[in-house]
C-alpha cells in the first residue's frame, strides 16, 4: 500500500510537470492558426454526450472527375489499402473523403447525407460524431520557415517538421491524460485496476521501444526522461527537426497513433511509404495497429513492400470500385 501511495504522489507531480509543460507549449501557438485542425469533434453548443462512429462502412462518390467515374467502395473496419495506376485517382479519392468530414457542421454532427457528391456511411449508423487524422508525405520545404521559426523558437524546415511540432501538443495532452487515467485507477486500489494502470503505461512505453528499435543502426534513442520528443544519439541530444526525412516520417506515423489512445479513429495515409526503407514499410501498419488496433486505416500506396506483413487481402485497386459515370 505504502508503494502504491508513493506512486500516486510521483504521478502527480509529474502530471503538474506535464501540464506546466503544455501551457508553455501552448503559449507558442497564440495567434498562430494551422491548416491542421484537432480532428476531435466536440459539441459544445449542446454539451451533449457525443456518439463517435467506429468506422466508415461505405463510400459514394459520383463527383470524381466531374462525374465521369462513380466510385462505390465497401471498406473493412481494420485495414484498408487504396492501389492502382498513377494518375487513376487514388489520393484524389482519399482527398473527397477527408474534405467531406472537415466540411462537417461545427457543432459536430455527422449528418448522414451527399454532399458535394460524396456520401459516406459509417458504422453505427447511429454515430454523429468521427474521429479522424491524416498524414502526408510530402516532405517540401515551407516557404515561410523563417517567419515559422522566430514565432515557434524551433528551427522548422519542412512540412514534416511543423506537422511534428504541431504533434508536440497533442503530446503532452496524451502524456496528462493518461496519467490522469492511472491516477484514478491507482486510487481504486484493487489488484484489477492496478493491472490496467501498468497496461496504460506499457503502451507509451511499447511506442519508444519501437522507436527506437527502427532507429538502432544510427545509435538513436528517445530521451525517456524528457516530456517532450528529443534523441540521444552517443551523448548528443537532438531535436526531432534534425532526424532525416525517413526518421521524421515514421516518427509522425507511430506518434499519431499512439496519440489516438486506442480509441476508434480513422486514419488517413496518403502514400506514407515515401522515404521509408524497405523494411520499416513492411513494418508500417503492423506497427500501427499495435499502438492504436482500434484505428481504421485507409491509405494509398505504390509500394508492395506496405502489404508483405499479411495484409494482400486488404488491398483494393482503383479500378474495382469505379463504375462508369456520365458527364454533367
Avoid at 515551407?142 to 512540412?159: F, G, H, P, R
Avoid at 512505453?205 to 534523441?231: C, H, P, V, Y
Avoid at 544519439?233 to 497513433?257: C, H, M, R
Avoid at 502514400?271 to 499502438?291: C, D, G, M, N
Wanted: with cysteine; charged share 25%; glycine share 4%.
Amino acid at each position: 500500500m505504502r508503494n502504491g501511495h508513493a506512486l500516486k504522489i510521483f504521478l502527480c507531480f509529474s502530471i503538474q510537470k506535464l501540464y506546466n509543460d503544455k501551457k508553455n507549449s501552448y503559449l507558442r501557438f497564440e495567434g498562430l492558426k494551422s491548416d491542421k485542425e484537432e480532428p476531435l469533434i466536440h459539441n459544445s453548443a449542446t454539451k451533449s454526450i457525443m456518439k463517435y462512429a467506429e468506422y466508415i462502412k461505405k463510400v459514394d462518390i459520383t463527383s470524381l472527375w466531374s462525374g465521369r467515374k462513380h466510385i462505390v467502395w465497401t471498406l473493412r473496419p481494420d485495414v484498408n489499402v487504396l492501389s492502382g495506376r498513377n494518375g487513376e485517382g487514388k489520393s484524389t479519392i482519399l482527398n473527397k473523403l477527408v474534405h467531406y468530414l472537415h466540411e462537417a457542421p461545427q457543432t459536430g454532427e455527422l449528418q448522414h447525407i451527399t454532399r458535394q457528391g460524396v456520401r459516406i456511411d459509417f458504422h453505427p449508423q447511429s454515430a454523429d460524431s468521427v474521429r479522424y487524422d491524416l498524414i502526408r508525405s510530402f516532405d517540401r520545404q515551407i516557404v515561410q520557415s523563417e517567419a515559422l521559426s522566430k514565432i515557434t523558437d524551433q528551427k522548422l524546415w519542412t512540412e514534416l517538421d511543423w506537422q511534428l511540432y504541431l504533434l508536440q501538443r497533442r503530446y503532452l495532452d496524451y502524456q496528462v491524460n493518461v496519467g490522469n487515467r492511472m491516477i484514478a485507477l491507482l486510487t481504486k486500489g484493487s489488484p484489477e485496476a492496478r493491472q490496467e494502470a501498468e497496461e496504460a503505461a506499457k503502451i507509451k512505453t511499447r511506442f519508444q521501444d519501437m522507436i527506437d528499435d527502427l532507429f538502432a543502426e544510427t545509435g538513436k534513442t528517445i530521451d525517456r526522461q524528457s516530456n517532450e520528443l528529443q534523441f540521444q544519439q552517443y551523448d548528443e541530444t537532438l531535436s526531432p527537426y534534425v532526424l532525416s526525412s525517413g526518421e521524421k516520417q515514421i516518427l509522425l506515423i507511430l506518434l499519431t497513433a499512439l496519440t489516438e489512445d486506442r480509441r476508434p479513429y480513422v486514419f488517413f495515409m496518403d502514400e506514407p511509404e515515401a522515404s521509408l526503407h524497405f523494411e520499416w514499410q513492411k513494418q508500417l501498419i503492423s506497427l500501427v495497429r499495435e499502438l492504436n488496433p482500434r484505428a481504421q486505416i485507409i491509405l494509398t500506396t505504390h509500394s508492395p513492400a506496405v502489404i508483405m506483413d499479411g495484409w494482400q487481402d486488404a488491398v483494393t485497386e482503383v479500378s474495382d470500385i469505379t463504375l462508369n459515370g456520365h458527364k454533367h
